[in-house]
């Protein structure tokens, strides 16, 4: 089992939302506000913390704008 999160970085996000396509728990969405440049960034919303840590958000994106944070949990037996 993973848990993860990730950040990005609103400095390098064009807005393209190639990110929001590929999030298989859909956690990204675009941002209501606008950067400095003119674009409207991605952003995180997963406040149940479901993000596994999947990397796909951050392989896909042409501007290497996403960190993915991940950390394994060990499953019990019993």
């Known amino acids: 089992m993973a848990r993860g999160t990730i ?3 609103e400095d390098r996000c064009k807005g393209c939302e190639l990110c ?3 999030c298989p728990k859909d956690l990204i969405h ?3 506000h606008f950067t400095l440049r003119g ?3 991605a952003a995180l ?3 149940n ?3 596994t840590g999947c990397l796909l958000c951050s ?3 042409p501007d290497v704008a996403i960190t993915v ?3 394994l949990i060990a499953s019990r037996k019993l």
């Open 7 to 9: 950040e990005i970085n």
């Open 20 to 22: 929001t396509a590929v």
């Open 30 to 32: 675009m941002a209501a």
């Open 39 to 41: 674009y409207r960034p």
């Open 45 to 47: 919303a997963d406040p």
């Open 49 to 51: 913390g479901q993000c």
């Open 59 to 61: 392989t896909i994106c």
């Open 69 to 71: 944070y991940r950390e």
